[in-house]
């Protein structure tokens, strides 16, 4: 299944928990419960941007964007983390005056079970979509998951909460939950955000994957006599981009240098998934300078 189908599948089973969650809400009244039911709107709204932005994502490179779209899947998590914010503030609105008004539960039997039935739902889709997003290296799909796994939580501390006033008869127990849960619900909205920013300024690939790139160079300069230098790692989506210079005796032909070079880019594109390579050739006695003061300002 494409990433694409996963967050379809993801909408559908949104609007699902939209139905139970409200359902387990109008039925009992508990504001905890209505905030459980707002985040199911965020995921709702996360996922159909998320949708559009991998469609984008996926288009190939064009006269205005030669390198490609994959930054898009970068926006999709910002704006997932930005609506977790806005989720957040109207969960905590309403229990505020939740807190200041108490007002009594009914039918909390009822509205536990339809929490319990859509959460079950978020789990196994959640499961099975952060699996696929590691797979593919998608940040779209890894942030839809992991709110949905938010979610998850949230519905179990909810019923959690729930249980407890049913047990205390402490009405002031259901706002203060659904203020919990705003909390918990802005660190991950606060990760998201984070995490997007970090891909939107080119961040370097992960320390793992940087070995391996550095493990490929050295077989090859061990064997043929070359240095390599100025390794530069980032990450745009699914993509993974390593620049670098490749310094050849002086004695080599410009088609030895070429085959030697195309031989590089090509383990180093089999040893990591998705990576593109893109090689400098110099002589060995020849050197690049970079970060000069002149060439700073």
């Not at 699914?238 to 050849?248: A, I, P, S, T």
């Amino acid at each position: 299944m494409q990433v694409s189908a996963y967050l379809k599948l993801s909408i559908a089973v949104a609007l699902a928990t939209i139905a139970l969650k409200t359902g387990a809400w109008w039925i009992s009244g508990s504001v905890s419960l209505l905030s459980d039911a707002m985040e199911s709107l965020v995921n709702l709204a996360g996922a159909m941007f998320a949708l559009a932005m991998v469609t984008i994502a996926a288009r190939p490179p064009d006269d205005d964007h030669p390198y490609g779209h994959h930054k898009a899947e970068y926006f999709s998590s910002g704006f997932e983390g930005v609506l977790i914010f806005v989720a957040a503030m109207g969960i905590i609105w309403a229990a505020v005056d939740r807190l200041l008004n108490p007002q009594p539960l009914e039918s909390v039997g009822w509205g536990v079970a339809l929490s319990v039935v859509s959460s079950m739902l978020n789990a196994a889709l959640a499961v099975a979509m952060l699996r696929k997003a590691r797979a593919h290296r998608s940040m779209a799909l890894e942030a839809d998951a992991k709110h949905l796994f938010t979610d998850v939580w949230t519905s179990a501390g909810v019923v959690i909460g729930l249980g407890a006033v049913m047990a205390t008869g402490w009405l002031w127990l259901d706002p203060v939950i659904a203020i919990v849960v705003a909390l918990n619900i802005l660190r991950a909205g606060a990760s998201l955000v984070r995490r997007s920013a970090d891909g939107l300024m080119d961040q370097a690939l992960e320390p793992d994957v940087v070995l391996e790139i550095q493990k490929t160079l050295d077989s090859f300069a061990s064997a043929n006599t070359l240095r390599f230098d100025h390794v530069t790692t980032r990450r745009a989506g699914q993509r993974r981009f390593v620049d670098l210079h490749m310094h050849m005796p002086s004695s080599w032909t410009l088609g030895r240098a070429a085959a030697v070079r195309t031989s590089v880019e090509q383990a180093l594109m089999s040893a990591v998934p998705g990576l593109r390579a893109s090689i400098q050739l110099l002589p060995m006695n020849v050197e690049a300078h970079f970060d000069d003061v002149k060439d700073l300002l």
